[in-house]
């Protein structure tokens, strides 16, 4: 006599998540926008629904901290990388996953992680995919996730005119980037891991999480997000001759081949400039300071990534 077992019911988003937030930045759009999220979440058998929607990047930690509070389990941010630094920084150490639905006009972190600009494969690795600890930098008491820049970097990103990036993307870094190919040569003192490693003139200090940064750059070859360091950086490029051989090398895929440029790598970084210079964290300007205070921070977010390809 044969038996029959019931086929098993595969859990639902819900069962496996239990509550799920979203933090979009409502000016920013992906496939057919917030509506299509509403509905693809909901499609997905998720019920449980905490929703936000903030004009700007910098109103969103406010929020992802409500949506801790309130009990998530699971937090998809809508926006390009201000967007998703600035809600790294508040779910850094809690445990509380990121999902990153790449809705804005930079999305290196979520290019460099593989999720792509597709809003129901974004939604489907959010639930589905697997969560993997990953480390972020710091300075000045700050997470990043994908990069941060001092000097002939900030400049560049704290110029990058806002409706320019709008209707050009990445050409108006190279708009402004062309401004500023005479940036000054500033006296630096670079010490990575208690050792100074880098002391005399420099135009640009940049520090990496990943290996692509600010305009599709691939800046870093060897950075990974999960190794416990940051690669660090330090161009002396001064003038356009000098820069355009140092981009041109960098585009290529090819930094450490530039006279311009030396590379390492470390855990905790301190730089000095004779001169107050602006820095960027994530394709996003702060102010202008004569010391940084660089770290990484290993492990400090779960963030929902696609499964490795074979």
């Known amino acids: 006599m044969s038996t029959s077992t019931a086929p098993t019911t595969p859990p639902t988003a819900t069962a496996r998540l239990g509550t799920v937030a979203v933090v979009a930045h409502r000016r920013k759009s992906l496939g057919g926008g917030l509506d299509e999220l509403r509905a693809t979440l909901a ?40 967007m998703v630094q600035r809600c790294a920084d ?64 900030g400049d560049l990103i704290r110029e990058a005119d806002r409706d320019l990036k709008g209707r050009f993307g990445r050409l108006a870094y190279v708009w402004t980037g062309l401004r500023h190919v005479r940036g000054e040569l500033v006296s630096t003192r670079i010490r990575v891991d208690g050792s100074t490693w880098f002391e005399g003139e420099a135009s640009c200090v940049l520090f990496g999480n990943v290996g692509t940064i600010t305009g599709g750059i691939p800046a870093f070859d060897d950075a990974r997000p999960d190794d416990g360091c940051l690669e660090v950086g330090v161009s002396t490029a001064n003038g356009a001759i000098d820069w355009a051989r140092t981009l041109s090398r960098m585009a290529a895929g090819r930094s450490e081949e530039s006279p311009f440029v030396r590379i390492t790598r470390g855990r905790k970084v301190t730089v000095r400039f004779a001169a107050p210079r602006t820095y960027e964290l994530d394709g996003g300007a702060r102010g202008a300071v004569r010391k940084l205070k660089v770290r990484s921070v290993p492990g400090a977010l779960t963030v929902c990534c696609p499964e490795p390809t074979a």
Do not use: C
């Open 43 to 82: 499609g997905a058998g998720v019920d449980d629904l905490l929703w936000y929607e903030v004009p700007k990047s910098r109103k969103a930690p406010k929020k992802v901290r409500k949506a801790v509070q309130k009990g998530a389990e699971l937090v998809f941010v809508w926006g390009g990388d201000g």
């Open 90 to 153: 508040t779910l850094a150490g809690s445990g509380t996953p990121m999902a990153i639905l790449p809705a804005g006009t930079a999305n290196l972190f979520a290019a460099n992680l593989g999720i792509p600009e597709d809003l129901a494969e974004a939604v489907r690795i959010g639930l589905h995919g697997r969560r993997r600890r990953l480390d972020l930098g710091r300075v000045n008491g700050e997470h990043f996730a994908v990069m941060a820049g001092a000097g002939f970097d």
